[in-house]
Structures are given as structure tokens and as C-alpha cells.
């Protein structure tokens, strides 16, 4: 068990450690429960370094010998590692221990999936295999030799040699530990080949179970696209001889870019048109692209310590984010972050788990892999991006990678490059990185003598530690519209850098109809009072496709507001402005059927509770459920028209024109269920040759109240395939109803094939019940108890996916008093758990403060 009395570290306590690492060997030599790891490293004084003890982080770990240039010693071990006597000079350290890998259910440092030996050392694992300072500004040359009767033995870097029963890896890139990895298993591969832009030569391999072998083909496409991409928009070629990607089960996260051998959850990589959605390839073709691209972003330059760890992943979901919209649609791409980044990271910063982008302290890294530092993060670049322009951002990135290769770098060298590149003074702009919180600017306009002026003014709401907020760098990308529906101004960007701040706009012949925050140009909430006409007009005629759907957007919101607070009756004059939209076929069904949706829930409740009102859950639920009834009811006629439009007649293909496709037809089916009880959805269900066709059906029957047979018979179609499965998990508790959630949750838990020690299927069952959210805030708490019930029993296996969904307690403050105590109620009774996790203590710390 972990060390669980909290100890905070803080960003500015960093010093440089005391010794570098030369050259680190290690050897492995795999059995389940006792596996043997030695090391040999050779260290030697860092000259920038403070005076310090020689200390090796170590967790776990059973000692077996110790010796200093090859005399035994006896350190000092302890919970967290060992303190040494050491010589003067260089010496070389070698140490033996063994750990336990098939009782390692934190899936951290080495552990067994399915028989597979595999291994995980971000943030801090690489301690729980050997002692080592296990820091990302240690970098260090990595020899691997590999003992083991599995077939495929791999590690980083490049093959040097194999034989029977073991083999040898030589990674020439200094690296940290973080990215070390190990995998040992009876592998099938599925070999692919790419030429770099200099010409070389470069092996790919995608290793998975044997019978995944038919998932492979897209993953291995994708890999492609991604280092062409790469070569073509950025100038980063690859630099080993190998590349290797390995599907694992049993996974916290997405995916990790370990040098040369990217370890990935299945989820996250294997794909078959009868197994994977259109959304699930989109996905995968993404993160395969977000792993390449660290190696890069991440790799050659990483991290000085892990508060700088938005420098790598911000920038790099930001490339990964480039990518998708180069490979399929950008417009459609925009809209879709900008709906996670206010569905995930805007809750975060409105609540007590709010933190900077670069944190300032924590208890347990692994909880600030968050929303904040990945996706807010990337927003903060493409600030940048907007604000110095498209050949700067070129310039300061070539800068940035000619300066800081191979070094573990800062946000403040990453700001510097910017600063040589372009002249600017980013003083300012630095506070995107220390200010918590999501800006509001309201905005207000006149109009006088052919001039028209809009006044913005600023302001961030206090969060945990920062009361007070100083004004940001805000770019307002802004157009003005004559009332004629003609462009009077194109785009141009505003810099708001003050806390209030006019920009005029002359020589107009009438007062113009503005289109402010287009493209989303930055992650902030816009107030401003307009009327429902002026957001019609922007839903018909804005230019700019984002803010076009963000009308409409608006006006739902409005629309669902007012019928909870008011018992209003649904906006006929939006109906009407969306269905024209929808009719458009000369508009991308992608866009059309992200103009279908609808606020979330969740956000609905936060919108209200903005507005000082408490929201009530079932009175959201109600007021969506009557909105999309009546939708179906006034589209009837139009139903069937777009459910033809959007048949796809070609053989199955994920890409971005048929998903778009899929997508307006799924958004269809779940209107026309509503008027038929289901009968297109069963007949779509039983014709459906796809997964994504085959989900959708699924998901309206179930919906309708009609899906007990559909769900036995997916079932037994599909029992042995682990991640279609964990589909049919997670979307009974996604699509039922509010009152029967929490109880189809907990019929599941009892269901033989439910395995809390996988990640996935546990986020499948009790991710889906928190993001149900009239089912998960059942007045009677039934919801929170059942979470909390197992987040408790998961803590003891696996805390650091417990930590993660905890948040889905961050929103407690908002609600009434009965929800509010019961939720209080159930994170003081986690909290109260003898030998309760690191990462969980601080998790329920931060939201009971
Ligand atoms: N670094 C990984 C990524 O963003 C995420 C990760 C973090 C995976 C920690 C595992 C553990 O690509
Ligand atoms: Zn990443």
C-alpha cells in the first residue's frame, strides 16, 4: 500500500539532482511473481547540481543486493527509496531486486495483462521496478537485455541481439525514465514499412493477442499518415530503426509514447468496421497520431519536472488536433473540441479541482492528467498561434526544436522561443499558465455615425488559492455582418489585454451585426445580452461555420432555460432557423448533425447554476425529453428525407464523408424513435453490418424502453470480443432512463463478465452512470452511493483510476441541499477509508475544501 500521509511538493522548490546517469543497463529476468531486475548505471557529479544525499526513488520493491563499483554496500531503504553513501567522483551503482508483476493491479511499473508482461512508468512507475532517480530531467542512455520463454521480448530504441530466451534492445536517445518500457508475451504482429523524408528505412510493427490480427489494418494506416504528417507540417522525421505499438487490455489511459514502443490500450488502437464505431476509429486514428507526435513533443524534448507537463502534452494534443482537421473536416473537428472542452474542462475550472495549466503543487501527479493541462493546454498554443500568426508559429517551433533538443525544458523556454521569434513581450500571456479559471468577457456595443464600437471587459472568477485574477491576453476573432446578411468586415482579431477595452470599427453604413469569438479563438465564456432575432440571423447567414453553429447552440440553450425555469413552451422561431440549416444539402451531414445536438445536461445544470439558480436535475431531463419530442413531432415529414440523405450505399469506410453521414442518420434514428417506438431502430439493428449502425439502433431501443431483446442478442453475438462488450456495458447505463440508471449500474456490477480490475470495462459501467446525469443525481442517492461503493472497493487494486473518477464528484456545490449532503455525505465516507490511497486522499481533499 502506498504511503498515504499527503506530502506537497511544489514547483518552486525544484533543484537539479545531484548526479547524472551516463548509462544505465538493466536486465530483466520475467517470472509472474518473482521477477528479477538488475542494474547497473554509472553516475558522476552534476556540476549544476546543490550539494545533496544520494537518493534513489524506489517503491515496492524487495532488495536483493547493493554494490558501488563493485564493492557490496547497505543503504538506507525506506517507503520511498534509498539514501547512500557514495564516492566523490563517477562510480558505477548495481542493485538486484524483485518485484511481483502479476500482483500489480495499480497497472504501474511492470504488471501482467492477459499473460502479457507489460509496463507503465509515466508519471512515476519506473520506481516500482527498480531504484533509480525517477525524474523526467534525468536522462540517460538505456541498454536492455530480456530473460524470458515468451516469443516477443521488446523494449525501446533498436534490436542489438536475441537468442533463445532472451533478447537485447539499445535505445541510442537519452531519455528519462518515464519513458522506459517492457513488453514480454506470445504476440502476433502485424508488420508494416515506411521510408522517412531522408530516406531511410524505417520497421513498423503493431503487436497484439493472437485473434486481434484483423483489427490491425487501421491502426498501422494511421501510424503512416502520422510520421508523413509529421515530416510534411513540422519537419520531424523519425530517428530509429523500429518503431513498435503493443495493444494491451488492461490500460489507466489512452495510450503511452514510450520511445520506439508505444504501449496502447486495446480501446485505443484495435479496429474492425463490425467491432468499432465511426467515432472509435476517429478516435484511434487520433491518439496514434498524438503518441508519434511526442516523440517529438514529449521525446526528444521533455519535461524538466512534471509541472511542466502541459509543454508536452498541451503542445501536442494541439498537433494531434491539427492533424484531424487536416485529415477530415477542421470545421467539424472545432466544433467537437470545443463541446468536450465545456462538457470536461470547463466543470474543472469552475470547481474545486479548478488548477492552472501549469500547477504550482500537488500531491499525486497522476491527478493532474486532467482536462485543464491536456486540452486547455492546446487552447493556450492555438492563442499563440492566432496571436503571432501561422509563419511565426512556424518560425518559433523550428526555433524551439533546434534549441531544445534533447533537453528537459520549461514553459518558460517554450515562451522564450516565441519571444526571440517574433520580438513580442508574452509577460502577459504567461498568465494562461498560472491563472486558474475560465475567463468571462461580456461584451457591449454602440453605434454612432458610421461607427460602431464594442466595449469587452474581462474577468475570471475566483478559484481555490487565486481569489484575485489579472487581466489575460485574449484574442476575439471578430466579424461584422451588414443586415443584409453580407460580410461588412472579415475576420480580425481583437487583443483584449485590459480589464475593459473599446475597438472601433468605421465607416459603416448601418449598425452591423456582429460575430464575436469565432472559431472559438480562445477557451472563455461570452456574455452578452442579444436578442433571439439577432441570433437567428447569425444562425442563417454567419460566414464563419463555428459561430454559425453556435448560434444555434445559443438559442438552444435558450430555448431549454426557459422551459425550466419558466415552463416555457420550445423556441418555434430556432426550430424553424435550424431546420432550414438541416435542409441544406449543400452543407456537410457531419455539420448538419452536429447542429442536431443539444446542450448537455450536465452543462444545462451548470448554465443555471451560473444564473443563481439551483438546477434540478429531472426538471433538465424533463425540458430535453420535451424538446426532442417536440423536434421529432414538427420534423416528421422531414425525418425520412434525411434518414435517405444519409444512407451510405459504398462498402463501409471510417472516413470523415461517410461517418458524417452515419452521424446525421444516428441523429435522425433517435428523433424518428421517438415518434415509432423504436421500429426503424429494430430494423436497422437486425440490417446493421456495421458497428456504428449497429450502436446507434441499439442505443435508440434502449432509449425507447424496447431494448431487452436487442441487448441479448448483441450479447450473445458478441460475448467474447472484451471491447464490444464493454460497448454493451456502458450504453445500458448511458440510455436508460433517469429512475432505473443507478439499478441497471448495479445489475451490472453483479454480472459474471463485470471485472473492476480492468479499467475499461469499470469506466464502461461506472463512467457511463456518472455522465448519465439525471440517473447519477437520483434525489435518493442511490447513484452516489453506488459509486462511491466502488470507487472504495477500486482504491485497494487500482487507485489511480479511482482518483480520476472521483471528478465525478466536482460538481457537488451546485446543487440543492438534499443532493449536496448526500454527495458530501458519500466523499467524506471514501475519505474516511482506513488506508486510503495517496491519490484518492488528495482527489476527495480537493473537492470537500
Ligand atoms: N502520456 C500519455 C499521453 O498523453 C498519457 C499517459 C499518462 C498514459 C500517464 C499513461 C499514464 O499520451
Ligand atoms: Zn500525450
Known amino acids: ?67 558501488i563499483d563493485g564493492a557490496p554496500v547497505s543503504p538506507e531503504i525506506t517507503e520511498t527509496g534509498l539514501t547512500c553513501a557514495v564516492p566523490e567522483g563517477a562510480f558505477i551503482w548495481e542493485a538486484e531486486v524483485e518485484i511481483a508483476p502479476v500482483e500489480n493491479f495499480a497497472l504501474e511499473g511492470l504488471y501482467m495483462s492477459n499473460g502479457m508482461y507489460c509496463t507503465q512508468c509515466e508519471a512515476e512507475g519506473f520506481r516500482k521496478i527498480t531504484f533509480y532517480p525517477d525524474r523526467p530531467d534525468v536522462m540517460s542512455v538505456f541498454t536492455v537485455r530480456i530473460e524470458g520463454d515468451e516469443t516477443v521480448k521488446l523494449s525501446n530504441g533498436n534490436p542489438q541481439g536475441q537468442g533463445d530466451g532472451w533478447a537485447e534492445w539499445h535505445d541510442p536517445w537519452p531519455k528519462p525514465a518515464y519513458l522506459f518500457a517492457l513488453v514480454a508475451g506470445d504476440l502476433v504482429n502485424h508488420p508494416g514499412a515506411f521510408t522517412t523524408m531522408s530516406g531511410r528505412e524505417v520497421e513498423l510493427n503493431l503487436w497484439v493477442r493472437p485473434g486481434d490480427e484483423g483489427k490491425c489494418a487501421f491502426g498501422m494506416e494511421a501510424l503512416k499518415k502520422s510520421m508523413k504528417w509529421d515530416e510534411e507540417v513540422y519537419g520531424r522525421e523519425y530517428d530509429l530503426d523500429i518503431f513498435n505499438i503493443v495493444a494491451v487490455d488492461d490500460f489507466n489511459m489512452g495510450a503511452m509514447e514510450n520511445k520506439g514502443l508505444n504501449i496502447f490500450n486495446s480501446s485505443a488502437v484495435l479496429a474492425s468496421p463490425e467491432t468499432s464505431t465511426d467515432a472509435n476509429f476517429e478516435r484511434i486514428e487520433a491518439i496514434i497520431a498524438h503518441e508519434y507526435f511526442h516523440n517529438w513533443t514529449g521525446n526528444r524534448i521533455t519535461c524538466r519536472d512534471w509541472f511542466q507537463l502541459c509543454l508536452k502534452e498541451g503542445l501536442t494534443v494541439f498537433r494531434d488536433a491539427q492533424f484531424t482537421s487536416d485529415m477530415r473536416s477542421a470545421e467539424v473537428k472545432r466544433i467537437s473540441d470545443v463541446i468536450d472542452l465545456r462538457g470536461r474542462q470547463f466543470p474543472e475550472d469552475q470547481g474545486p479541482l479548478s488548477h492552472p495549466v501549469r500547477p504550482e503543487s500537488f500531491q499525486e501527479i497522476n491527478n493532474f492528467y486532467t482536462a485543464t493541462v ?96 489579472a487581466p489575460q491576453v485574449i484574442p476575439v476573432a471578430v466579424g461584422l455582418l451588414s443586415p443584409n446578411g453580407d460580410e461588412a468586415l472579415p475576420t480580425k482579431v481583437l487583443e483584449l489585454t485590459e480589464a475593459e477595452q473599446s475597438f472601433t470599427f468605421e465607416g459603416l453604413s448601418a449598425k452591423p451585426v456582429p460575430s464575436i469569438l469565432r472559431g472559438f479563438s480562445a477557451p472563455v465564456v461570452l456574455e452578452r445580452e442579444t436578442s433571439k432575432e439577432e441570433r437567428a440571423f447569425l444562425l442563417a447567414h454567419d460566414t464563419d461555420t463555428f459561430n454559425r453553429w453556435e448560434a444555434s447552440r445559443d438559442l438552444a440553450r435558450e430555448c431549454l432555460v426557459a422551459m425550466i425555469t419558466e415552463g416555457a413552451e420550445p423556441d418555434t422561431a430556432w426550430l424553424d432557423g435550424l431546420e432550414a440549416v438541416i435542409r441544406d444539402s449543400a452543407l456537410d451531414p457531419a455539420y448538419r448533425a452536429l447542429m442536431l445536438g443539444l446542450p448537455t445536461q450536465s452543462e444545462l445544470a451548470q448554465v443555471l447554476h451560473q444564473r443563481g439558480v439551483t438546477p434540478d436535475p429531472d426538471a433538465i431531463w424533463t425540458a430535453t425529453e420535451t424538446l426532442k419530442k417536440t423536434r421529432a413531432e414538427r420534423w416528421s415529414k422531414l425525418l425520412p428525407q434525411l434518414a435517405e440523405e444519409a444512407k451510405v450505399t459504398e462498402p463501409y ?70 471491447l464490444v462488450m464493454d460497448k454493451w456495458f456502458g450504453l445500458q447505463v448511458a440510455a436508460s432512463g433517469p429512475s432505473e440508471t443507478a439499478d441497471r449500474a448495479k445489475a451490472l456490477t453483479e454480472d459474471p463478465d463485470f471485472d473492476m480490475k480492468n479499467p475499461n470495462r469499470f469506466r464502461a459501467v461506472m463512467g457511463a452512470l456518472a455522465m448519465n446525469h439525471a440517473g447519477f443525481h437520483r434525489i435518493d442517492g442511490a447513484g452516489y452511493q453506488l459509486l462511491a461503493d466502488w470507487l472504495i472497493k477500486l482504491d485497494e487494486k487500482n487507485p489511480q483510476t479511482t482518483a480520476r473518477m472521483c471528478s465525478a464528484f466536482q460538481t457537488w456545490k451546485r446543487y440543492d441541499e438534499t443532493r449536496r449532503g448526500l454527495m458530501k455525505a458519500q466523499l467524506e465516507r471514501i475519505a474516511a477509508k482506513p488506508g486510503l490511497s495517496r491519490d484518492v486522499t488528495e482527489m476527495v481533499t480537493r473537492l470537500l475544501s
Not at 385 to 407: N, P, Q, S
Not at 412 to 431: H, N, P
Request: proline fraction near 6%.
Open 1 to 67: 500500500m502506498k504511503d498515504a500521509s499527503p506530502q506537497t511538493i511544489y514547483l518552486k522548490d525544484y533543484t537539479p539532482f545531484g548526479w547524472t546517469a551516463e548509462e544505465v543497463h538493466l536486465t530483466f529476468v520475467l517470472a509472474p511473481s518473482a521477477t528479477r531486475v538488475r542494474s547497473r548505471i554509472r553516475f558522476a557529479p552534476n556540476p549544476d547540481a546543490p550539494q545533496q544525499d544520494f537518493f534513489l526513488h524506489g517503491e515496492q520493491l524487495k532488495p536483493i543486493s547493493f554494490a
Open 374 to 469: 491536456y486540452e486547455k493546454g492546446a487552447e493556450v498554443i492555438g492563442m499563440l498561434k492566432t496571436l503571432v500568426g501561422d509563419e511565426a508559429y512556424a518560425k518559433a517551433l523550428d526555433l524551439y526544436f533546434e534549441r531544445h533538443d534533447g533537453d528537459a525544458a520549461t514553459i518558460e523556454d517554450w515562451l522564450k522561443v516565441f519571444e526571440d521569434a517574433t520580438g513580442r513581450d508574452l509577460t502577459q500571456f504567461k498568465r494562461w499558465y498560472s491563472q486558474a479559471g475560465t475567463p468571462h468577457v461580456a461584451v457591449s456595443e454602440a453605434f454612432e455615425n458610421g461607427t460602431y464600437t464594442l466595449t469587452l471587459k474581462q474577468h475570471t472568477p475566483p478559484t481555490p488559492g487565486q481569489p484575485d485574477k
Open 653 to 722: 469506410q471510417p472516413d470523415a464523408e461517410q461517418s458524417g453521414k452515419r452521424a446525421l442518420g444516428s441523429a435522425v434514428l433517435a428523433l424518428t424513435s421517438r415518434l415509432d417506438g423504436g421500429e426503424a431502430a429494430k430494423a436497422q439493428f437486425e440490417s446493421a453490418d456495421n458497428m456504428t449502425l449497429q450502436l446507434s439502433a441499439l442505443a435508440c431501443l434502449v432509449q425507447a424502453g424496447a431494448g431487452e431483446d436487442a441487448l441479448a442478442k448483441f450479447r450473445a453475438q458478441w460475448n467474447g470480443d472484451r
